[in-house]
């Protein structure tokens, strides 16, 4: 089992009591990537959203410049002192601290939000909402597939999806942000549900571990065999979201939960859940909120938001937020880009963060994009 991901899964569980007293700040300056303007970064988290964030901001290797522990109580002070010094500052809190920061707090974010699809209206309707290569994949599979599946409910099918489809498949998809759920924990779903197995030919390449609950099917884990992109690059992931869908359908099962993502747009995870027609909410376990602190729209700032869009609530409603790093503001032929390229069902619409701008510019989609 990955050693890094037990101990980020350990931080997240002791997260909120700890947060209540003490947690850590590190102040990190480098240069954005592509760009040679430098940004320096205050993260106060007990968590691992530093470790996510830094290679997606940070061109070359960033330095940390100090690290130290705040007593949570005196973190308004904090963020007062270094508010001139800093091009931003994250704080990942407990939940109890939101009236407390919220009106200070520029944006606010959750680490990860979650992802449905609704299935109650057919096929056609599902395909409708496919984006791109998954809805050629999707017609491609009903005409001419490639990939077959079979339901298992077969231990020794389990084993093989476990130890050798989802264990290597998430070490090396997530590397040192990989975290193993226990195999009883695994083990425990299968027994509640079932495997969809994917197979090219004679043989078994991946797998999805389905769950039904409360007339939802719930996509709970994924694996390729042995991990290898050989076969992510002719279609088994792809296959997955398929089958399942496919399942969902023939079953009268009217919603998937395709489980959580990081909210960033440019997360590989997010992303293939919105090319699959995801509705995206807030994540409703979720024990923390994430605080954006941002002292002015600089041209750094809206360089950082244009490499890295994310997700963020204004008055409880989800938005997008995007990076316009331009002297002009965006036409009508700009936003119905911006809305294609980024906007998913779910969001309210899309806030723009512009060089030296006091008011964002906050644009929604029509129906056509809903």
């Known amino acids: 089992m990955n050693k890094t991901g037990v101990i ?6 002791a997260y909120p009591l700890v947060s209540r007293y003490w947690i850590h700040a590190a102040l990190v300056e480098g240069k954005l990537k592509n760009t040679d303007e430098v940004f320096r970064c205050l993260f106060v988290e007990n968590n691992n959203l530093m470790t996510y964030m830094l290679p997606r ?3 070359e290797a960033s330095v940390v410049l100090r690290t130290w522990r705040i007593w949570t109580p005196l973190l308004k002070n904090v963020l007062n002192t270094y508010s001139r010094s800093v091009d931003m500052a994250i704080a990942v809190l407990p939940l109890g601290y939101r009236a407390e920061f919220e009106e200070s707090a520029t944006f606010k974010s959750q680490m990860l939000i979650r992802s449905f699809i609704d299935t109650s209206g057919g096929p056609e309707e599902v395909r409708k909402h496919l984006r791109d290569n998954k809805r050629r994949f999707y017609n491609k599979m009903d005409k001419n597939p490639t990939f077959s599946c079979r339901i298992s409910k077969d231990l020794k099918d389990f084993d093989l999806f476990y130890n050798e489809m989802h264990v290597p498949h998430t070490q090396k998809r997530f590397e040192d942000l990989a975290y193993l759920d226990p195999y009883e924990q695994i083990q425990d779903w299968f027994l509640r549900g079932f495997l969809l197995l994917i197979e090219e030919g004679n043989m078994t390449v991946a797998g999805v571990l389905c769950t039904i609950d409360n007339d939802v099917l719930v996509f709970r884990r994924t694996g390729v ?3 290898d992109e050989e076969y992510v690059k002719r279609g ?8 399942t869908l496919k399942f969902a359908l023939e079953h009268g099962i009217p919603r998937v939960d395709l489980m959580r993502s990081r909210p960033f747009f440019n997360d590989g995870v997010y992303n293939t859940k919105r090319k699959w027609g995801a509705e995206i909410y807030p994540d409703d376990v979720t024990r923390s909120w994430v605080f954006f602190f941002i002292p002015e729209y600089s041209r750094k700032v809206a360089s950082l938001f244009e490499m890295n869009p994310l997700i963020v609530f204004k008055e409880d409603k989800m938005y997008g937020l995007v990076g316009w790093n331009n002297q002009n503001p965006p036409s009508a032929k700009d936003e119905k880009e911006l809305i294609q390229k980024y906007f998913s069902p779910g969001l309210n619409g899309l806030i723009l963060v512009q060089p030296h701008s006091e008011n964002l510019t906050t644009f929604f989609p029509n ?4």
């Open 8 to 13: 980020n899964k350990l931080k997240s569980k």
């Open 57 to 59: 901001m940070y061109g």
């Open 225 to 227: 065999l042995n991990g």
């Open 236 to 243: 088994a992931s792809s296959a997955q979201y398929y089958f």
């Open 367 to 370: 129906e056509t994009y809903r």
